[in-house]
């Protein structure tokens, strides 16, 4: 049965955004505004906004990650991961907003994240790809953890394999081996680097983009996202922490999300939490 309490805390954390009492950046107000301007369109939809919210939906994918999920590492290490209340309000709504029509069809294909170090965003990931790779039902799904660097692209990757390793449902539904993680439905889990030779034949259902800021062109970002064109409802998560270089991908991307979230461009299909500190010169 899925408990749909869980998905309150996402109300509750947009708005006290909006009311205050959740210290937040400009852009986090301006997303929760959005976020609750769009529950409103949603009562009414139509051609020019085809999306509702649906609470079950994205409690489930809560649920999934709070019951089975655990923390992989530190003094937590096998311990149910609980998320924090910001990270209630990314997940609900990557996988609450669906088309009216079709609720197998979810609204946002792109996801930004942009976060201070040390705030689980590895974690989350690995989450959201575990959750994805069970709760979803497409056959044969391909999930990686793309990076510049193939270290770097390991991140993710490994702290799946650690996820799977300390969670006993996980164990019975994953099998860890070095370079893969095989799931249901004959699923894969791959780490993939920008130089690696099996960029071409890809068929993804989630790619995660970890630590975008590093990367100084958008080649492997634009390969991952053409390979997607015969899934459903497939994701491009891209995740991220300060110090992106300057004209780099990773600031073009949080400059166009920026701009939906100011309401100078619309993108229905992307999502975009960017926590910094706002510009005091602004």
Request: glycine residues 6%.
């Amino acid at each position: 049965m899925i408990d749909l309490s869980r998905i309150n805390r996402a109300f509750e954390y947009a708005q006290d955004v909006i009311s205050g009492e959740e210290v937040a950046g400009k852009y986090i107000i301006l997303a929760a505004e959005r976020f609750v301007n769009d529950l409103e369109r949603s009562q009414a939809p139509d051609e020019d906004f085809p999306w509702v919210f649906d609470p079950e939906k994205a409690a489930k994918y809560i649920q999934f990650i709070e019951t089975v999920c655990v923390h992989s590492r530190g003094s937590w290490a096998g311990k149910p991961f609980i998320l924090s209340p910001w990270q209630v309000f990314f997940v609900a709504q990557l996988f609450g907003w669906v088309h009216h029509e079709d609720e197998d069809k979810r609204r946002f294909t792109t996801a930004h994240l942009f976060v201070a170090r040390k705030s689980g965003k590895s974690q989350l990931a690995a989450a959201i790809t575990l959750a994805m790779a069970v709760l979803d039902t497409d056959g044969a799904p391909q999930l990686v953890s793309a990076a510049t660097k193939r270290d770097q692209a390991r991140e993710v990757f490994d702290e799946i394999s650690r996820c799977v390793k300390q969670s006993s449902p996980l164990k019975k539904r994953f099998k860890v081996n070095r370079t893969e993680i095989e799931g249901p439905r004959m699923g894969v889990i791959k780490p993939l680097a920008s130089d690696a030779n099996s960029l071409d034949g890809l068929n993804l259902n989630l790619a995660v983009v970890d630590e975008f800021h590093a990367m100084k062109t958008g080649d492997l970002y634009r390969v991952l996202a053409s390979s997607m064109g015969s899934r459903k409802s497939p994701i491009m998560l891209a995740i991220t922490t300060a110090g992106f270089i300057p004209d780099g991908p990773c600031a073009t991307f949080m400059a166009a999300g920026k701009q939906v979230l100011e309401g100078q461009k619309r993108n229905d299909r992307l999502l975009i939490l960017t926590y910094e500190i706002d510009d005091p010169e602004l």
